[in-house]
């Protein structure tokens, strides 16, 4: 996931023409600047600096970058100094996530509005994506972090990252040496989240555009629910692949390569409309530079990368 650090170390090479400068800029040594700077290069599989020349010059993308890292280094600052103002900084913020995000990166997220804003006080509420939506657009909540499967008018959402999900059961459940095909695994008991579920109401829907109806479903909105149940032998489910590895490698849930295979899910935060202000734009922000669904429990590190203030 992209971070302020890096594009702030391409911006000020950008800008004062070399490595040393922008870390001499930014107070950091000329290796982190690089390490910052080939981070981006990688995220982007692309070159953003001409390394045949003596002097750092942007490739035509990190011309693109260049222009890009400079609108949103403006927005942040627009945005902390008007958060700066007292009128703002006593105020609450009410997010509304799910147990997924709950469980993997939610706490980073508290950690870095607590660092940043500190005299914010954060309400965080876990829910079901339709409950969540409902409570926002009731003006119950502020944010809510969702899978996008809740297309509205009166509300305005960004992407900010993805999940990717996998079949998986008790080994040994499903039978097979290779793939399997996706009316195939019908036939077993299927464990699904159900319609109150964003990812539920976007694997259901997927399902029927494939042409495939479970007949024997058992709907299970928790999540920890779903997989304990799925780790019993129950049957056979849709779980967050990477976050849940651990488990596999302890052979406690086995992988079914099915085809074809699970879409991908892309989280959003949705906001209405009408409530958009310097303080929700910022927490959209932070919510994309640390939204991470690989790993469960996930804590704020000391080292971790961070908007600088």
């Not at 958009?276 to 469960?296: E, G, H, K, N, P």
Request: hydrophobic share 45%; aromatic share 6%; proline share 4%.
């Amino acid at each position: 996931m992209m971070t302020f650090k890096q594009l702030e170390a391409l911006y000020w090479i950008g800008q004062l023409g070399g490595f040393a400068q922008a870390a001499n800029q930014l107070h950091t040594s000329q290796s982190a600047v690089s390490k910052r700077v080939h981070e981006l290069e990688l995220l982007f599989d692309t070159e953003l600096f001409d390394r045949s020349q003596r002097t750092a010059r942007l490739t035509e993308k990190g011309e693109e970058m260049f222009v890009l890292a400079k609108k949103l280094l403006e927005q942040r600052d627009a945005a902390v100094e008007q958060f700066g103002k007292p009128g703002v900084v006593e105020r609450r913020i009410r997010i509304g996530v799910t147990e997924l995000t709950a469980m993997t990166w939610l706490p980073r997220l508290v950690g870095l509005i607590q660092q940043h804003y500190p005299k914010v006080i954060l309400e965080p509420d876990v829910d079901d994506s339709l409950q969540l939506r409902d409570k926002l657009l009731v003006d119950a909540l502020d944010v809510v972090i969702v899978p996008d499967t809740f297309a509205d008018s009166r509300m305005q959402s960004k992407v900010i990252g993805k999940v990717k999900s996998a079949w998986m059961c008790k080994p040994g459940v499903v039978q097979t040496t290779g793939t399997v095909r996706l009316h195939d695994l019908a036939l077993h008991r299927m464990l699904v989240q159900g319609n109150n579920s964003g990812t539920g109401r976007a694997y259901d829907a997927w399902m029927k555009d494939q042409g495939v109806q479970p007949s024997n479903v058992i709907v299970v909105s928790n999540l920890v629910a779903l997989t304990g149940l799925t780790v019993s032998g129950l049957g056979v489910s849709y779980l967050p692949r990477e976050c849940l590895s651990p488990l596999v490698a302890a052979g406690m849930l086995s992988v079914i390569e099915v085809t074809p295979p699970l879409p991908v899910v892309r989280y959003v935060a949705m906001h209405k409309g009408e409530h958009r202000s310097a303080l929700t734009s910022s927490i959209v922000m932070l919510a994309q530079a640390c939204c991470d669904f690989t790993r469960m429990f996930q804590a704020q590190a000391e080292d971790e990368e961070t908007p600088a203030r």
